[in-house]
């Protein structure tokens, strides 16, 4: 199995019920999650390598993410952070940083494999099935039950 594959397989560990929590996936990837204080409104989030404290049980790697965001913003920060780390990880250096017109300056196509699985991680398929045979079937019913935005919810629904 290849290093992504186990990362996702990882991910889907925690693909139970919605809404999907991120923070405990980062911790079960080695990655540790940080709530930032005063950033610019511009600056969602950023993944860093930091120095490794037990060996093999932390990744070197945490996220820092902009407290002053709604939560549903920080959590899809967290989710795009934590898809730098699954498909980008060498591309990562000393820190990928997300900022509301370029995000990290990277490549469209690579802050945009980032943006997909951020999206898988947030809202998997399996889960709106799930939610809709529960009864939820608007859009916004699901966005609010899983905790995302309208928009992100309707570019999920429509890529799936």
Request: proline share 4%.
């Amino acid at each position: 199995m290849s290093k992504i594959s186990e990362k996702i397989e990882i991910i889907k560990q925690h693909h139970k019920d919605y809404p999907v929590k991120v923070i405990p996936i980062a911790n079960s990837l080695g990655i540790k999650v940080y709530r930032a204080k005063n950033w610019p409104d511009d600056l969602s989030g950023v993944i860093k390598k930091v120095p490794v404290e037990n060996d093999d049980k932390e990744s070197g790697y945490a996220i820092y993410v902009n407290d002053d965001h709604h939560e549903n913003r920080r959590r899809f920060t967290i989710a795009h952070e934590i898809a730098h780390y699954v498909l980008h990880r060498d591309k990562i250096g000393d820190g990928i940083t997300d900022d509301a017109m370029y995000r990290s300056g990277l490549s469209d196509a690579i802050e945009q494999q980032a943006n997909s699985l951020a999206a898988q991680i947030l809202m998997p398929k399996k889960l709106i099935d799930k939610a809709k045979k529960d009864g939820l079937s608007s859009p916004n019913d699901l966005a609010e039950k899983f905790n995302v935005s309208l928009s992100s919810m309707n570019i999920r629904l429509n890529s799936i």
